[in-house]
């Protein structure tokens, strides 16, 4: 791995660093430009930001990873994209705009049209997905009729397409009520009920983290395999950082509420610039490796977020007096960056 100190390192706006980023040219299906979402307060001034300044960008046929420790502001990031934010929070600043158009600005009703069909989700509780009593079929041939003008032997034959192509036995899996199939099979049919509106893009936020490994690995290789057939977007997001590796183009890890480093995956896999990044593909690497190794362990609490300066500062063993401000996201030789103000005197361990 090149030391960090070799890399030449350039300070730029958020939108500099966006572009540069990707080399990907298309248009971007989502632009997520500085958005910020807080707790809201009596005023204003007493709003408790939880999501800071975020910025990145899915282009068609991207998978980006959305990485980070639990609390790090990954599902609440989701829930603002699909306009699902709960009434005590609010998009306080920024922009999400989705094929040109700006999200936030939306209306509930607006938002109801593209959520499920333009941008579909899969979450981790997929059990909260289905009605209990009613059958398979029948609530993907409403769910398809409720959005599109489709008569319903059409209906039928498209969900049973979509349960074939997500590899379930389609004619038993659509007359079973949703108790009768494991998690795994619960969880192919969101894909199928997500991918049968032809959305161009998915939101998958810890889609399989209720799943045992195996079930997991499929599911997600699943996804990957069919995203690639249909061209979507997808938004990956993981706590655990193996299956954003295996499988995202690009990434971002998130911190404390805010993006900390982003870029190309295998820029991030073999270059990671953040003191954190470093630390968790450490903890990561321990847990695959064969040979018991060194103990890589995070030190401090996810949580434990510094109020001033730089978000990692109290879990941080580089930090320096510098971190009492906060870094701006800087560019590194390899098209990928980060917000660290020690990336020049890191020896890159
Ligand atoms: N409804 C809410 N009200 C207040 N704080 C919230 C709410 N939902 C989430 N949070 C806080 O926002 C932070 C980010 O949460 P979340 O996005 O769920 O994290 P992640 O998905 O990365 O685990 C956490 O500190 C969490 O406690
Ligand atoms: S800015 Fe300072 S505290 Fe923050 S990650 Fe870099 S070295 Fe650590
Ligand atoms: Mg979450």
Not at 15 to 38: F, H, M, N, R, Y
Not at 41 to 51: M, S
Not at 113 to 121: L, M, Q, T, W
Not at 229 to 253: F, P, Q, T, W, Y
Request: proline letters at 4%.
């Amino acid at each position: 791995m090149p030391a960090v100190m070799d890399l030449k390192i350039q300070n730029l706006t958020n939108k500099d660093s966006q572009q540069k980023v990707s080399g990907l040219q298309s248009i971007p299906v989502l632009e997520i430009k500085d958005l910020s979402i807080s707790l809201r307060g009596a005023n204003r001034q007493e709003d408790h930001t939880l999501v800071k300044k975020l910025n990145f960008t899915i282009r068609p046929g991207e998978m980006l990873g959305l990485a980070g420790e639990s609390g790090s502001g990954k599902s609440l990031t989701a829930s603002a994209i699909l306009g699902l934010l709960p009434k005590s929070l609010h998009v306080s600043e920024g922009q999400i705009e989705f094929r040109g158009k700006n999200l936030t600005r939306l209306s509930e009703k607006e938002m109801r049209c593209i959520r499920g069909k333009e941008i579909a989700y899969l979450f981790q509780n997929y059990q909260g997905s289905f009605t209990p009593f009613i059958k398979i079929g029948k609530q993907l041939i409403e769910s398809l009729r409720s959005h599109e003008k489709i008569r319903k032997a059409d209906a039928r034959k498209k969900v049973l397409f979509w349960l074939e192509r997500v590899q379930v036995p389609a004619e038993r899996i659509f007359s079973s009520y949703p108790h009768q199939l494991s998690g795994g099979q619960l969880q192919r049919v969101s894909l199928a009920a997500a991918l049968m509106f032809n959305p161009s893009l998915i939101i998958a936020d810890e889609p399989t983290t209720a799943l045992d490994v195996l079930t997991s690995k499929k599911i997600l290789d699943l996804l990957a395999d069919l995203q690639k057939e249909v061209g979507c977007a997808i938004l990956l997001i993981s706590h655990d950082l193996k299956h954003l590796l295996k499988r995202a183009n690009s990434m971002a890890v998130m911190y404390g509420g805010q993006i900390i480093e982003k870029g190309l995956t295998e820029n991030i896999e073999t270059n990671p610039l953040h003191p954190y990044t470093k630390l968790l593909l450490r903890a990561r690497s321990v847990l695959t490796q064969t040979v018991p190794g060194k103990l890589a362990v995070i030190p401090g609490e996810p949580g434990l977020v510094a109020k001033q300066g730089c978000s990692f500062t109290l879990r941080c063993t580089k930090s320096s007096e510098k971190c009492s401000m906060v870094p701006e996201m800087q560019l590194a030789e390899d098209s990928h960056c980060t917000a660290c103000h020690n990336l020049e005197t890191e020896e890159g361990n």
